[in-house]
Every structure is written in structure tokens, then in C-alpha cells.
T-cell receptor, first 109, second 113 residues
Framework: GQNIDQPTEMTATEGAIVQINCTYQ??????LFWYQQHAGEAPTFLSY??LDGLEEKGRFSSFLSRSKGYSYLLLKELQMKDSASYLC??????????WGAGTKLIIKP | TAGITQAPTSQILAAGRSMTLRCTQD?????MYWYRQDLGLGLRLIHY???????GKGEVPDGYSVSRANTDDFPLTLASAVPSQTSVYFC????????????FGDGTRLSIL
């Protein structure tokens, strides 16, 4: 079967750094997405990785290791507005997205 | 900028009734998708359409049907609703190709009693 694993919930402090991990086992791999979803709202696109390495975009960075079936989202200088769920999704060999259940990130002052 | 519009925002429906969830996009995207999101589970694909005139089944298609008569509209129909279809439904679109980011509507919160 196809499986995406993320921690269910994480807590971090305002101003700190947090790393949200995602491991995957899918039928083929054609890229990995990270989305942010605030409670009661729609998911919004954060990043896309298809090659190994780190992609940096402002306070957010995303890393991919295809050989390990592993990615992480790194959030720096945390702000209260970063409290949200973070969804990992993998594009499989059929070019369909397989979604993880999401990691709820709680930011404390 | 509208992007993707879903209607209704929320609905309470009696079991056995039919319901159509509407989705319209103004980005001229080729591909459109319907997902359901349930607590503790990832987004699950119900149906998709790679281009106008074509549709395909996703992971959980049973009890749902779709049509794609034109580029902009992608309605989702529940022919005879059951309580297990209580969920939040998201419509999304992308330029096409699985490696393009998907843009989501605000969702429809549907309760089947």
C-alpha cells in the first residue's frame, strides 16, 4: 500500500525553529508537496521538491531525500500565525497526490 | 481574484436525499479534483478531471458522481446521501500534470443526518 507518515501534533515557541518530518512509501515518486492549512480553511501551497536537497523560501525551507523516502519542512523565526496544520503529499507513478494526515503545529508565546 | 468558488459553504442533509456540491474556477486550469477531508485522515481523492469532457475515479468514488461539461465547472453529486458521507469537501484545480500545485476552494461542510 501507499503510506505517508507525519507526526500528529507538535508544539513550539514563538521565535524558535521547528522541523516537521514526513516519511513516505508510495508506488513511484514524482515529487513531494507541502501545504499549510489553518483551522477551518483551505490548504495552501508552500513548497514542491522533486530533486534531493534543500529548497529555501523565506522563513520556510523544505528538504528531500528520495533514497530515504524522507522530507522535512523547516520553519524559522516562528510566528503565532504559523499555528496551522502542515500537510505532506507525494506524487506517485500515476501522477496522483497521496496525502498525509497532517501535522498540527501549536505555537506558544 | 476569485480563484475557486464552492457552494454551499455548509449544508445539513437528510439521509437518502440527493445533493450537488458546486465548484467553479476562473483560472482556466485544465485539471480539477474533489477531495473529502475527515478528522485524522489525509485528504482523499473522490473524482478528478484532467481536462474538460473527461473524468476519472479517485480513491473513494463510491456514492459520488461528477461531470466536466466545460473548463470552469466541476460539480459533485451525492445521489442518495448516507451518514458516512458527512465530511468537509474540497474542490481543487491545477494547470495539469501531477507536479503542478493544486489550488483549493474554501470547502463545503456537509452533515448527513
Amino acid at each position: 500500500g501507499q503510506n505517508i507518515d507525519q507526526p500528529t501534533e507538535m508544539t513550539a515557541t514563538e521565535g524558535a525553529i521547528v522541523q516537521i518530518n514526513c516519511t513516505y512509501q508510495t508506488s513511484g515518486f514524482n515529487g513531494l508537496f507541502w501545504y499549510q492549512q489553518h483551522a477551518g480553511e483551505a490548504p495552501t501551497f508552500l513548497s514542491y521538491n522533486v530533486l534531493d536537497g534543500l529548497e529555501e523560501k523565506g522563513r520556510f525551507s523544505s528538504f528531500l531525500s528520495r533514497s530515504k523516502g524522507y522530507s522535512y519542512l523547516l520553519l524559522k523565526e516562528l510566528q503565532m500565525k504559523d499555528s496551522a496544520s502542515y500537510l505532506c503529499a507525494v506524487v506517485n507513478s500515476n501522477y496522483q497526490l497521496i496525502w498525509g494526515a497532517g501535522t498540527k503545529l501549536i505555537i506558544k508565546p | 481574484t476569485a480563484g475557486i468558488t464552492q457552494a454551499p459553504t455548509s449544508q445539513i442533509l437528510a439521509a437518502g436525499r440527493s445533493m450537488t456540491l458546486r465548484c467553479t474556477q476562473d483560472m482556466r486550469h485544465n485539471a480539477m479534483y474533489w477531495y473529502r477531508q475527515d478528522l485524522g485522515l489525509g485528504l482523499r481523492l473522490i473524482h478528478y478531471s484532467n481536462t474538460a469532457g473527461t473524468t476519472g475515479k479517485g480513491e473513494v468514488p463510491d456514492g459520488y458522481s461528477v461531470s466536466r461539461a466545460n473548463t470552469d465547472d466541476f460539480p459533485l453529486t451525492l445521489a442518495s446521501a448516507v451518514p458516512s458521507q458527512t465530511s468537509v469537501y474540497f474542490c481543487a484545480s491545477s494547470e495539469g500534470g501531477g507536479n503542478q500545485p493544486q489550488h483549493f476552494g474554501d470547502g463545503t461542510r456537509l452533515s448527513i443526518l
